[in-house]
């Protein structure tokens, strides 16, 4: 199998002229059979980042947390596949292949897979 991307990997940056896509799926694929994800049932790999803009695909293992954090930037959170609880207090978000949730910055969230999962994570601008 062809793989998508080569660790280490860098992030495109967002500054510039720069056009890059990305076959979201085949990475996330390739990112659930690395062996990291064995130990902690979570991987990640930053596709794209400048000032504005952040660009994460996440992948998670059937019941893997992350635990309550929060971003600097607002952030859309969307399914690529699986089933994902988003959760913020007092409110949960029960996502599925195909569903978005966006976030204010700086608001607690976590997330906990009810299957295996892969969401794509975008942080807008840092918001003081």
Known sequence: MKQDFERPFRPTETAGSNVT???L???AGQLMKEDVINHSGKNSLTLARGNDLTVVLLVLKDQAVLHEHSAPGPISVTVLSGHIEFSTKPESFSL???DNTVCAAH???????QED???????GGRVD
């Open 25 to 27: 799926l085949e990475i």
């Open 96 to 98: 599925r292949t195909g």
């Open 117 to 123: 999962s892969a969401f794509l994570l975008v942080i």
């Open 21 to 23: 896509s990305f076959s």
């Open 107 to 113: 608001l607690p969230h976590s997330v906990k897979a």
